[in-house]
């Protein structure tokens, strides 16, 4: 639905080149959830502007519905535009217009009949729960209001892709839920597909199917949210999903810890399955081990079971190593050698 192909663009700034985006393919197909996250600078934005050509890339393409968007005509860019819906941090509506007429807008724009753009301001307002603020102005509405108004807005010329660029970075985290609720309803019951940015791992969290991580312009991981959370790769994303995860040890508590010589620290790692398994308790009873749950985290990604947890094992080195081996066949362990590993 949208491709990057080996995109790149190249600001001139002050004599300066910048390389905001380099080298990015991603593929993100009809239906999906699909976010980009990055911490400031990373070229996110820059990548999401591509989509709608609000910026030309100077390297590599981007495709659209199979069209490939620099070789488009004025016309086809406004007939694709229409089909691409896009939301703010910062909402952008029109504070001289009403919430109809800020809805009502794009339609106006296409030449929609009146009576049409009656008919589907109103169920717009119905779906994103404001039909009784027709005709307030923005200024009486609250963030989160604003941006269900940005939100109806945008999908009313029925677009197929939704783009959003950090739409819930400017709301507290109940209404950043009622938003994502709404943005998941929106991607199931009007068959949007939806690329949207953020620095925020919750919101990644809580609606992506899939996921890339932005670093220095590039994309420097990539795959389903649930493996991006359960098999991170890079310093990055592991710093994202602590984010969200609370997953490390204390730096004092990991210095008390290591100044017992027969004490040892493991990152225990289960999905699915494995975490309604008595593991720890089995593993004391069949070693001479005793065993120390320091942090425990289960969370569910995308459905499905996700533990973390952080366990002391005391004994001699031989058993730890015969409990560790037996372990190892049911889930992923890690030796924790600093209080940020
Ligand atoms: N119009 C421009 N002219 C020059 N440099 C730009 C321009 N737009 C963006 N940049 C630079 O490109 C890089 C990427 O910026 P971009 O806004 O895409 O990042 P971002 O990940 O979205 O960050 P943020 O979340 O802070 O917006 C930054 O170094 C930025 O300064």
Redesign the pocket.
């Known amino acids: 639905m949208i491709k990057f192909e080996g995109v790149g663009k190249v600001?001139?700034?002050k004599g300066r080149e910048?390389a905001?985006?380099q080298d990015v393919s991603l593929s993100i197909e009809k239906g999906e959830i699909f976010g980009v996250i990055?911490?400031?600078?990373?070229?996110?934005?820059?990548?999401l502007r591509l989509v709608n050509l609000l910026e030309r890339p100077t390297s590599g393409k981007v495709i659209v519905n199979e069209q490939e968007n620099l070789s488009l005509s004025e016309k086809e860019l406004r007939k694709m535009r229409q089909r691409i819906g896009m939301i703010f941090q910062t909402f952008n509506l029109f504070n001289s217009r009403t919430v109809f007429g800020n809805v009502a807008y794009p339609l106006k724009i296409a030449k929609v009949p009146k009576q049409e753009i009656n008919r589907r301001v109103t169920e717009l307002l119905q779906f994103v729960g404001l039909a009784d603020k027709a005709n307030y102005y923005p200024e009486q509405l609250s963030g989160g209001q604003k941006q269900r108004v940005g939100i109806a807005r945008a999908l009313a010329t029925s677009p197929d892709i939704l783009i959003c660029d950090?739409a819930t970075s400017a709301l507290d985290p109940e209404t950043t839920s009622d938003i994502l609720t709404l943005l998941k309803r929106v991607n199931e019951e009007y068959n949007v597909t939806i690329l949207l940015?953020t620095?925020e791992m919750q919101v990644i969290r809580t609606i992506c199917d899939r996921v890339a991580v932005?670093e220095n312009?590039r994309v420097i991981e990539e795959g389903s949210v649930f493996n991006l959370f359960t098999n991170p790769t890079t310093k990055t994303t592991k710093n994202f999903i602590s984010s969200v995860l609370n997953d490390k040890i204390s730096p004092q508590l990991f210095e008390k810890l290591c100044g017992n010589k027969s004490s040892h620290l493991y990152r225990i790692i289960f999905t699915g399955e494995e975490t309604s398994k008595p593991l720890l308790s089995n593993i004391a009873k069949s070693f001479e081990v005793d065993v120390n749950i320091l942090y425990g985290n289960i969370s569910e990604i995308q459905e499905v079971l996700f533990g973390n947890l952080i366990v002391e094992l005391q004994g001699n080195q031989v058993e730890i190593g015969r409990a560790v081996n037996h372990l190892k066949q049911y889930v992923e362990v890690q030796e924790v050698t600093s209080h940020a590993s």
């Open positions: 600001f001139q700034s910048v905001a985006v990055g911490f400031s600078g990373a070229g996110k934005s820059t990548l950090e940015i620095h932005m312009g």
